[in-house]
């Protein structure tokens, strides 16, 4: 393994390394890959060091079941304040009246809206896996699929958009308990508005799971769910760039509701440590940096959208208005899992999505983690470009690699 950095910096010492240098070697590896591969999947970012520095602290040690002022174990009244100043930050970002920021991952948080506001066996109106719902959404491999009788509404095969009236007809028809808005795979905003209006029309209770946009969200570069929903779900480690993890946001008279359902109906005791590192993020996504960061990466998402189309790949709806973007390379000549193969060989991380059209399956890129690295527009046009070549396979493999070594390491994600 030729590796070019180091986990100084990152570390304040090398103790990993001189412990277990078998395991120092793999983080240091899997950190170089990050370094020098584009990381073009749409879930991912790079966390900053002060975030990871909470990760690796002392916090994860320490065993805090319930909340603050009231949990079931001692010695918590400083990690009690870690959490207090976690919810109110995350309030104040989103102007939630109550936050949890226990959930140990953006499935868990989904887990537990449906516990706090659903009976097994309900019905559930969201987007069909097919379409881009999540596993959450009623896969029959999930709980979610398991436990409750999901209802898929789809997007228009020609348009690659949500059909709203066919949202209300669904749930006309099918009297859902809970309709869930929210997407892996949608590039454009969702009107949040129109399910509330469809919500109310057949008393059914909105969950925004915005696992995706929440990043977006807290920048002002995407319309916030927090005054339609009544319950939103995310992550904070998408474009919010926090942890891995989840959070619920909700109004005050669900308050309890939805803390019960997060512990003790579906977890144990709260990640100290990641519930420390979800206030750092909070704290630096407050910022007016962070705000020119959401911002820039629509921007670069949208570029990357153009360079991409102008190459021949048939973008879905067109466009984005996001951070990600899907696109079918067919026209190209590849189908989906050979160009994520001829990709990834280039050093082009992504993922195969679901496409409007059924049976097919298309690209999802997602431009938060190399706009964290300080790429925008002139370095989107080229990735365009790169990315074509590659799935045309008209440069060598190795030529289209070494462009992308280059281009990484003008950006570096961690400078030291
Ligand atoms: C990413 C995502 C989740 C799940 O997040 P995990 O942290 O991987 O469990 C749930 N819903 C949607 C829409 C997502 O995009």
């Known amino acids: 393994m030729v590796v070019t950095h180091t986990l100084e910096g990152l570390l304040p010492t090398d103790v990993l390394g001189r412990q277990d240098p078998e395991l120092a070697e793999i983080l240091i590896g899997e950190l170089d890959r990050q370094s020098t591969t584009l990381q073009l999947i749409a879930a991912e970012n790079f966390t900053s060091p002060a975030v990871l520095a909470a990760l690796g602290s002392p916090l994860a040690n320490k ?29 104040a970002l989103f102007g939630a009246e109550h936050a949890n ?38 896969s ?24 709203y009236d066919q949202v209300l007809a669904l749930a006309r028809t099918h009297r859902p308990k809970a309709i869930v808005c929210g997407s892996i795979s949608y590039p454009r905003h969702i009107d949040y508005g129109a399910f509330k209006d469809v919500a ?8 925004a799971d915005a696992a995706h946009p929440i990043g977006l969200v807290a920048g002002g570069a995407a319309p916030s769910p927090v005054p339609y929903a009544d319950i939103v779900c995310a992550t904070t480690h998408k474009v919010l760039r926090g942890p891995r993890g989840g959070m619920l946001l909700c109004g005050a008279e669900l308050a309890e509701r939805v803390d019960r359902a997060v512990f003790p109906f579906t977890q144990g005791g709260a990640q100290m440590h990641t519930i420390a590192a979800k206030a750092v993020a909070f704290g630096e996504a407050a910022t007016s940096a962070f705000t020119a960061y959401a911002h820039q990466v629509v921007v670069n998402a949208r570029a990357l959208a153009r360079g991409l189309a102008a190459e021949g790949l048939a973008v879905t709806t067109g466009g984005t208005d996001t951070h990600l973007l899907t696109v ?27 496409l409007p059209h059924p049976d097919v399956r298309g690209l999802r890129l997602g431009t938060a983690a190399v706009t964290t690295q300080g790429m925008g527009e002139v370095e989107m046009s080229r990735i365009a470009v790169l990315f074509a070549e590659a799935l045309r ?23 030291v």
């Not at 065993?63 to 930050?89: K, L, M, S, T, W």
């Not at 140990?104 to 969201?126: E, F, I, K, M, Q």
Request: hydrophobic share 40%.
């Open 140 to 163: 029959p491999a999930n709980f979610s699929g398991r436990w409750f009788d999901f209802v898929g509404y789809g997007v228009d095969p020609e348009s690659g958009l949500i059909d």
């Open 63 to 91: 065993y805090a079941e319930g909340y603050p002022g009231a949990r079931h174990h001692g010695g918590c009244e400083i990690v009690d304040v870690a959490e207090r100043i976690a919810v109110e930050r995350t309030k």
């Open 200 to 207: 109310e029309a057949v008393g059914a209770y909105l969950i």
């Open 393 to 415: 396979e008209e440069r060598a493999g190795r030529e289209v690699r070494e462009e992308v070594r280059d281009l990484t390491g003008r950006f570096p994600p961690y400078p």
């Open 328 to 354: 079918d390379p067919a026209p190209l000549g590849v189908d989906a899992r050979t160009a994520r193969g001829r990709l990834a060989a280039a050093g082009m991380v992504l993922d195969t999505c679901a």
């Open 101 to 138: 920021v226990q959930s140990h991952s953006g499935s868990s948080a989904v887990l537990a809206a449906y516990a706090a506001l659903l009976r097994p066996g309900d019905t559930v109106l969201a987007m069909g896996l097919p379409h881009g719902g999540h596993l959450t959404h009623g």
